[in-house]
Each structure stands twice: as C-alpha cells, then as structure tokens.
Nanobody
Framework: QLVESGGGLVQAGGSLRLSCAAS????????MGWYRQAPGKQRELVAS???????NYADSVMGRFTITRDNTKNTVYLQMNSLKPEDTAVYYC???????????????WGQGTQVTVSS
C-alpha cells in the first residue's frame, strides 16, 4: 500500500513537498516515482528514482523538482519548487515492490494527491 501526502493549493512560484510511504509486506522496493495527470491529459512521468538513487526527470520539471527516497522508511519524496500553473494535476506515487523473496514484484500506485497552482 502506498499512502501519499503533501498536496494542496499554492501560488505560482511557491513550493510543495509530496511524500509517499509504502507499508505492508515488503521484501524490497526497486524503482519509485511520481506521475501526474491533468484534466483531459494522459498520465505522465514526473520523476523516478532507483533503489541506488539514480534519478530521472521530465524535461518540464528539470531544475525545479527534486526526487529523493529514504530506504529505511520505504518513503519517496518530491520537492517541488518554482511551481507553475501548468504543474496543476493529480500526482500519483508509484513503486515496484517485491513482497516476498520468491514471488515476482509488481507495480503499486497511490491514491493520488491534488496539486493546484494558482496564477
């Protein structure tokens, strides 16, 4: 289970920090990431991070957003700075979790958290 927090309403130029904690039976977590979906648009990757800390960002957020993770807490974070109205969307956490050593892992999704940036 993935539980997100940290969304809300912010003015353009402001900052928000999203958190996503994985809970339940966890043997290992490979990649974790954040996706977003704006009204009428497809869900898109915002940022991802491997278990070793290697990161990947969408061009539209490069230099403004930072993804990090705390493996001891099974938590991934998204620090969002210099927010723009076009960042408005529902943000979803994603993680590839292996619950048991001998069972293949699978993708898990959070419930989504709304981020609204006013101009």
């Amino acid at each position: 289970q993935l539980v997100e927090s940290g969304g809300g309403l912010v003015q353009a130029g402001g900052s928000l920090r999203l958190s996503c904690a994985a809970s339940g039976s966890i043997y290992s977590i490979a990649g974790m990431g954040w996706y977003r979906q704006a009204p009428g648009k497809q869900r898109e990757l915002v940022a991802s991070i491997t278990s070793g800390g290697r990161t990947n960002y969408a061009d539209s957020v490069m230099g403004r957003f930072t993804i990090t993770r705390d493996n001891t807490k099974n938590t991934v974070y998204l620090q969002m700075n210099s927010l723009k109205p076009e960042d408005t969307a529902v943000y979803y956490c994603n993680a590839f979790i292996k619950e048991y050593r001998w069972i293949p892992g699978k993708d898990y999704w959070g419930q989504g958290t709304q981020v609204t940036v006013s101009s």
